[in-house]
């Protein structure tokens, strides 16, 4: 499995297609890994080099020093994508993020919109939670998890349990979705990573204001609390029935894009986007990245 070195990780990544084709890099999303574009990819390595890289604390991502705080915070995700993007050498590729991975790909698109031609956001809305923003109960309630996480015990679930209780936010979080087990099993390989657990606590605790985040991104957190505006085209795909990061989260956010804001709902599709309608979710890739192909 090839990899590239950033700043603080040794970034794991898969790739398919056509190394001179035009780039789409797939950023997976929590709880989850990289073959949650396992559907996906045949579609795209017709016309397109796909790369796929594993998040901070998953699968064979490493950290360099064992000094390295293991932050989880959104700064922290949108600097390692885009010294990915720098390090693995590819050209203003289209970005498509899944859950985390949208969120990495909004800090891209808004602080580094340099490095990419356009961005596909699935299953996350921008600038949509924070220790100052408001959301409603509803919401709230499908973020217990998050909550959670500040009890000893919600942390030692995600030490301990983490595949029975990532087992029941998938079942979750997608109600109309039927996984099999094989499926499941093959992503959780990648939570044994040990960095997982902490990781996984500190995006929350950080993401809600009850923990400092990693120093190293003071000055980036400080640029993406004024909420900047994203400046590559944006597409948005939300399945209707997301209970977890709701469909409102989406809605209304056109005013953050100054280079054109698409959203599409897709009817009977959770929270899994890219598992459980593959086949549109390609569709939707393709037809967005032949709209922007010749814009600089």
């Known amino acids: 499995m090839p990899t590239v070195r950033t700043t603080y990780l040794h970034i794991a990544y898969e790739e398919w297609g056509d190394p001179s084709a035009p780039a789409i890099v797939l950023v997976h999303g929590w709880p989850d890994d990289v073959h949650c574009w396992e559907q996906v990819v045949p ?14 604390g998953h699968g064979r991502t490493r950290f360099r020093s064992e000094d390295t705080p293991r932050s989880g915070q ?12 720098d390090a693995v050498g590819v050209q203003r590729p289209i970005v498509v993020g899944h859950d ?47 909550w959670f996480v500040k009890t000893e015990r919600g942390r ?19 109600p109309g979705w039927h996984f099999d087990d094989a499926e499941f099993e093959t992503a959780s390989k990648a939570w044994d990573n040990d960095d997982w657990p ?8 950080q993401r809600w ?17 004024l909420v900047p505006s994203v400046k590559v085209p944006t597409l948005v795909l939300h399945g209707n029935d997301d209970a977890d990061n709701l469909p409102h989260t989406t809605e209304g956010k056109e005013a953050h894009f100054v280079n054109g804001y698409q959203r599409r709902l897709l009817d009977g599709v959770g929270h899994f986007v890219p598992r459980e309608a593959p086949t549109p979710t390609a569709a939707a890739i393709l037809e967005f990245a032949a709209g922007i192909s010749t814009e600089e």
């Not at 080099?49 to 594993?54: D, L, M």
């Not at 923990?211 to 991104?217: F, K, L, S, T, W």
């Open 209 to 225: 204001g009850e923990a400092p985040g990693a120093p190293e991104y003071d000055e980036l957190e400080n640029r993406l609390s």
């Open 74 to 85: 959104i700064a922290a995700l949108g600097h390692d994508l885009a010294e990915f993007l």
């Open 100 to 146: 985390w991975g949208a969120r990495a790909g909004y800090v891209v698109g808004a602080l580094y919109a340099h490095l990419l031609r356009g961005l596909v956001a699935i299953s996350a809305g921008y600038g949509s939670s924070g220790p100052r923003q408001r959301i409603s109960y509803e919401l709230a309630h499908a973020y217990w998890y998050e």
């Open 156 to 174: 030692r679930a995600f030490e301990e349990d983490r595949a029975d209780i990532c087992r029941y936010l998938w079942q979750s979080w997608s």
């Open 43 to 56: 579609h795209l390595t017709r016309t397109h080099r796909v790369i796929a890289p594993h998040l901070r």
């Open 198 to 205: 902490n990781i996984t606590v500190h995006a929350y605790l």
